[in-house]
């Protein structure tokens, strides 16, 4: 059975710094990568950033978070983390891990694999 787990959100102030982590079961994320994504109140879901699968490794992050956001993997655990640090008030949303899905540079697509949300939210 196909697993996502994400936790780590939480509560912090403007500045400050948090990281999600997400547990996969039933597959890896070597063979399928793996995608977060944000859905704030009243807006879209975006994406947020990518590793992309074992044959290709490119990583990608939307430009409102380059340079404050990694992503990363732990294949021996099989576990993905988005590290959030330079938080602002825009950045308070539902994230969302994904898995097995389309890692552009033109975005994060198609994605089948989904965990339940963890609440982030930054105060001003």
């Known amino acids: 059975e196909v697993q996502l787990q994400a936790s780590g959100g939480g509560l912090v102030q403007t500045g400050g710094s948090l990281r999600l982590s997400c547990v996969a079961s039933?597959?890896?994320?070597?063979?399928?990568?793996v995608g977060w994504f944000r859905q704030a109140p009243g807006k879209e879901r975006e994406g947020v950033s990518c590793i992309a699968s074992r044959s290709d490794r490119r990583t990608v992050y939307v430009d409102s978070v380059k340079g404050r956001f990694t992503i990363s993997i732990d294949n021996a655990k099989n576990t993905a983390y988005l590290q959030l640090n330079m938080l602002n008030p825009e950045d308070t949303a539902i994230y969302y891990c994904?898995?097995?899905?389309?890692?552009?540079?033109?975005?994060?697509?198609?994605?089948?694999?989904w965990g339940q949300g963890t609440q982030v939210t930054v105060s001003s």
């Open positions: 039933g597959f890896t994320f070597a063979d399928y990568g």
């Open positions: 994904a898995a097995r899905g389309l890692c552009s540079k033109y975005g994060l697509m198609d994605y089948e694999y």
